[in-house]
T-cell receptor, first 117, second 112 residues
């Protein structure tokens, strides 16, 4: 069964350092999402890509976070500099369809658990 | 008012029990509704979609009341393997884009 791949699975860093997370969506999935999930909360959308274009980054803290999906396939999320409050699980998801729709199921990767010391 | 609010939980029930989770949403224009399941330290996975007519999948029944902006999930004959966090999810659309908003989740522990 096809899966969304993410790496690393765990990352420990010190505040003010830069970190990067990688996501490889299910092959053929046009839409890719990055979520942040703080312990005890539900996932919160950070950024959504349709192919290589950003379609929603309204919740992305752009002063320190950046995301790219240059060739419309895999994606990288970067934080620079990391802050203590960035400690969370960073989840990547992908979906097949290009258009909106309730049947456009999102499949999640295993996530990257970030700890900022 | 938060976009999606769920029972705070946690719920601890014995095997075989029936348990119900409730969820409310604030945007009356929300289009689609889901329940996701998330095991400890794992990613969320779609459990079931929720339709206005109500829908059932084995031991799981989901209900939607658009007038009250209320969603529910009923689990009958609970199994140990049902222990997980259940996330209420609402989809809102903006043009050709759509966004999922997740509730905080309700933790269920089924005890032997």
């Amino acid at each position: 069964e096809a899966e969304v791949a993410q790496s690393p699975r765990y990352k420990i860093t010190e505040k003010s350092q830069a970190v990067a997370f990688w996501c490889d969506p299910i092959s053929g999935h046009a839409t890719l999402y990055w979520y942040r999930q703080i312990l005890g909360q539900g996932p919160e959308l950070l950024v959504q890509f349709q192919d290589e274009s950003v379609v929603d980054d309204s919740q992305l803290p752009k002063d320190r976070f950046s995301a790219e999906r240059l060739k419309g396939v895999d994606s990288t999320l970067k934080i620079q500099p990391a802050e203590l409050g960035d400690s969370a699980m960073y989840l990547c998801a992908s979906s097949l369809l290009r258009l909106a729709g309730p049947l456009n199921e999102q499949f999640f990767g295993p996530g990257t658990r970030l700890t900022v010391l | 008012r938060k976009e999606v609010e769920q029972d705070p939980g946690p719920f601890n029930v014995p095997e075989g029990a029936t348990v119900a989770f409730n969820c409310t949403y604030s945007n009356s224009a929300s289009q689609s509704f889901f329940w996701y399941r998330q095991d400890c330290r794992k990613e969320p996975k779609l459990l079931m979609s929720v339709y206005s007519s109500g829908n059932e999948d084995g031991r799981f029944t989901a209900q939607l009341n658009r007038a009250s902006q209320y969603i529910s999930l009923l689990i009958r004959d609970s199994k140990l393997s049902d222990s997980a966090t259940y996330l209420c999810v609402v989809m809102n659309s903006g043009g050709s884009n759509y966004k999922l908003t997740f509730g905080k989740g309700t933790l269920l522990t089924v005890n032997p």
